[in-house]
T-cell receptor
Framework: DGGITQSPKYLFRKEGQNVTLSCEQN?????MYWYRQDPGQGLRLIYY???????QKGDIAEGYSVSREKKESFPLTVTSAQKNPTAFYLC???????????FGPGTRLTVT | GENVEQHPSTLSVQEGDSAVIKCTYS??????FPWYKQELGKGPQLIID?????GEKKDQRIAVTLNKTAKHFSLHITETQPEDSAVYFC?????????????FGPGTSLSVIP
């Protein structure tokens, strides 16, 4: 069963701690993306990767880091430098930059 | 910078009526316009998309129209059902040197009243 998985669904952390969100896809897609969604707002791009071992900053990359060591995986680390980390984080993938993006179920991160 | 506006922000319709959501985009080079449906607590699901060389596309009860001159595109849902209740996002993909950036609208919360 092909798709995008994100884990965990809910994540709680104390302020000042780094946290890593998982994103895995078995669609054989080259491109992967991380978005942030805040209540009542659209999706904002954090980072994207068009190919293994390469990634680029999106519109709101400050306080976040990523890696793309495998085609299937694109983990996102929310660092202590991110001033407002509490949000719903969505991972997406596409065959390549010219194709539609498919989204995972999301991870809701709460930092207190 | 590039922008996608979406109206209305909330929409309530009676079951069986039609619903229309409208979007405008600023980047005249945009060539791809997807629509996503997001149910509470879930990721967005692609429901229909249209490319710039097409003016209209239908898929059962859902249709999308595109007016490139006016930089408008719209989602039309006919014979609405309670399960159509969700947040709908429009998006436009522009052309950049290294990445065809997808800009999302702020979303429309659709409620279908039984």
């Amino acid at each position: 069963d092909g798709g995008i998985t994100q884990s965990p669904k809910y994540l709680f952390r104390k302020e000042g701690q780094n946290v890593t969100l998982s994103c895995e896809q078995n669609l054989n897609h080259d491109a992967m993306y991380w978005y942030r969604q805040d209540p009542g707002q659209g999706l904002r791009l954090i980072y994207y990767s068009q190919i293994v071992n390469d990634f680029q900053k999106g519109d709101i990359a400050e306080g976040y880091s990523v890696s793309r060591e495998k085609k299937e995986s694109f983990p996102l680390t929310v660092t202590s430098a991110q001033k407002n980390p509490t949000a719903f984080y969505l991972c997406a993938s596409s065959r390549d930059r010219n194709y539609e993006q498919y989204f995972g179920p999301g991870t809701r991160l709460t930092v207190t | 910078g590039e922008n996608v506006e979406q109206h209305p922000s909330t929409l309530s319709v009676q079951e069986g009526d039609s619903a229309v959501i409208k979007c405008t985009y600023s980047d005249s080079a945009s060539n791809y316009f997807p629509w996503y449906k997001q149910e509470l607590g879930k990721g967005p699901q692609l429901i229909i998309d249209i490319r710039s060389n097409v003016g209209e596309k239908k898929d059962q009860r859902i249709a999308v129209t595109l007016n490139k001159t006016a930089k408008h595109f719209s989602l039309h849902i006919t014979e609405t059902q309670p399960e159509d209740s969700a947040v709908y996002f429009c998006a436009a993909r522009g052309l950049k040197t290294s990445y065809d950036k997808v800009i999302f609208g702020p979303g429309t919360s659709l409620s279908v009243i039984p």
